[in-house]
């Protein structure tokens, strides 16, 4: 008989908890954004804010509820009362109340020495604390979540004041008691013992109600997910966390990867979200990561840029063989996809499968001797400091040159960047930045001498290669630079340190990387810059193309 799987909801705190992280900030607009789109993706609960703190909260609770979510239940986040104040006359409750949220979550203190040290209150009262807040909240007409601030500490402090917070707060009307590992230092033996006991503790304090035990693990010890994961096989039936983990110190525990574990690796025994949920998990990820203006983890698990991507030469055989020899999931089932890097490393079955990626294999000239002249072509490049992991476009130019496919569209005789700044005062103002380049077009052997000005000598390298090909090549309008890299390879050098370029460049039908590398960072601009051109020009023109249409395009 097939048992019937816990349904685990997720509670997510991004937009209050997530925001304490170091840098990142919500707009009202932000807030809004992502609580729609975490509805969307299918998440139980959403805590919007702290009405009591800002404007900006109180705001939020008012648009959020102008609009009719699918699924998601708002959450407002909230303090017990003050000491010595009764609920009726406590600002920061009646903020709550007077919120728009459904749920009222408030928190407490779970902890005897949190309750003596910070709120400097005795036991007794920490308790009426808890008690009177949540009964007052409940008669208002709220649901209520109690957060155990420092449950795990407090457990192993004074297990049974611990566990006593829990049934005042389940007695008082609580429907869900969430267990906070608050500084992050527990274990999951530590979290899985704290739930079992939290869990008996509370069984005859609900009184037969709908009542259920969630946790809430911070990730000090890097331990937020597996910690999350012991709760829950001890039986906690919520989990509270963050998209991408972002928070406080070193964040929260990451709901995706939560979620994905819970439902990949428990063996059916758990509920998480809709069918299909998670294939969009790398998309609200990166989406996440864009509102809140923080660089990607490329390596985060099942939905980073490198979650799937295979580097060493033995590994991309076995996946081209069988993915599962080194996939633990299919990158599809998280909306990832899988990468084959190329580099010193790789191996032929690497560069088999970058090839037929990017559809540049061709059985008459894809021979075993080519590709070893692929693959060491890449190694004595990237010993100068070349990398093509992120530089599709000149991976695939390196490519075509390699199997004579490459006629260039223009040769470079030579280019000159000037900048005429001006100090008064050790007040720096730059008055001009001027590029001339010097180039050969088209088999007449047209010489273009162009000169242009722009923001810095690289913008203004490329301001000077458009004035001189795009009137010969007038499919470079609709291309545009859209990122520019440096990387200093060996800082050791100081000022002759060799400089990596990576440009991003797109049109209305991709975006391709290219790379320069040079102890000049303007001339490793000026490789990048114009094998970003030869890669637009090559997708749009065969080789017979322009052997037959140069002179024509040269007048």
């Not at 490393?345 to 080519?370: C, H, M, P, R, W």
Request: net charge negative.
């Amino acid at each position: 008989m097939t048992s019937i799987p816990v349904r685990i909801k997720l509670y997510d705190t991004t937009l209050r908890d997530g925001a304490q992280a170091e840098g990142v900030s919500f707009s009202l607009n932000d807030k809004l954004s992502a609580a729609y789109r975490l509805d969307d993706f299918g998440i139980d609960f959403i805590e919007g804010g702290y009405p009591a703190s800002n404007e900006k909260d109180r705001a939020f609770f008012e648009r959020i509820a102008e609009k009719t979510l699918k699924s998601a239940i708002i959450c407002a986040f909230g303090m017990t009362r003050r000491k010595g104040v009764a609920p009726t006359d406590d600002f920061g409750l009646a903020q709550l109340v007077a919120s728009n949220a459904s749920v009222a979550t408030i928190v407490g203190k779970s902890s005897a020495f949190q309750a003596r040290e910070a709120l400097c209150v005795s036991l007794d009262e920490n308790l009426a604390m808890i008690d009177e807040t949540i009964q007052w909240i409940v008669s208002s007409g709220k649901r209520v979540f109690y957060d155990a601030e420092h449950f795990f500490d407090g457990w192993k402090y004074n297990a049974e004041y611990a566990l006593e917070t829990l049934r005042v707060a389940a007695r008082a009307g609580a429907e869900v008691v969430v267990l906070c590992d608050t500084n992050g230092g527990s274990t999951p033996e530590e979290i899985s013992a704290g739930t079992v006991a939290a869990i008996k503790a509370t069984r005859e304090a609900a009184s037969g109600r709908i009542f259920e035990i969630g946790v809430h693990a911070h990730n000090d010890c890097g331990l937020a997910v597996a910690n999350s994961l012991a709760a829950v096989d001890a039986g906690a039936t919520l989990v509270q966390g963050t998209i991408n983990g972002i928070g406080e110190r070193c964040g929260n525990a990451d709901l995706l990867v939560v979620a994905a574990n819970l439902t990949f690796k428990k063996n059916g025994r758990y509920e998480v979200l809709k069918p299909g949920a998670l294939e969009r998990a790398t998309a609200i990820s990166r989406f996440m990561y864009e509102l809140t203006n923080v660089n990607p983890n490329p390596s985060q698990p099942y939905v980073g840029v490198s979650a799937f991507a295979h580097k060493g030469g033995m590994h991309v055989s076995g996946i081209n063989r069988n993915s599962s020899s080194y996939e633990h999931v299919s990158p599809a089932s998280v909306g990832n996809e899988r990468r084959v890097l190329v580099s010193e490393l790789s191996g032929k079955a690497n560069i088999v499968a970058f090839l037929k990626k990017y559809n540049l294999q061709d059985d008459n000239t894809l021979d075993e001797k080519t590709i070893s002249r692929i693959l060491d072509r890449v190694t004595q490049k990237e010993n100068q400091g070349y990398q093509y992991e992120a530089a599709d476009g000149s991976f695939k130019l390196l490519v075509r040159k390699v199997k004579g496919e490459f006629v260039p569209s223009f040769s470079r005789l030579n280019f000159q960047t000037s900048v005429v700044v001006t100090d008064v005062n050790d007040a720096l103002t730059t008055k001009a930045t001027v590029a001339t380049v010097k180039l050969r077009v088209g088999r007449r052997c047209e010489i273009r001498h162009e000169v242009a000005e722009g923001d810095g000598p690289v913008d203004a390298l490329n301001n000077a290669l458009r004035k001189a090909l795009e009137p010969i090549f007038p499919e470079l309008r609709d291309m545009k630079l859209v990122d520019y890299k440096v990387r200093v390879l060996n800082s050791d050098a100081g000022t002759a340190a060799t400089t990596r370029v990576i440009i991003e460049s797109k049109d209305g039908e991709e975006r391709w990387n290219t790379v320069g590398v040079s102890e000049n960072v303007v001339e490793a601009s000026w490789i990048a810059l114009c094998d970003s051109i030869e890669y637009k020009l090559s997708k749009s023109i065969s080789v017979k193309e322009k052997d037959a249409s140069w002179s024509g395009r040269s007048d």
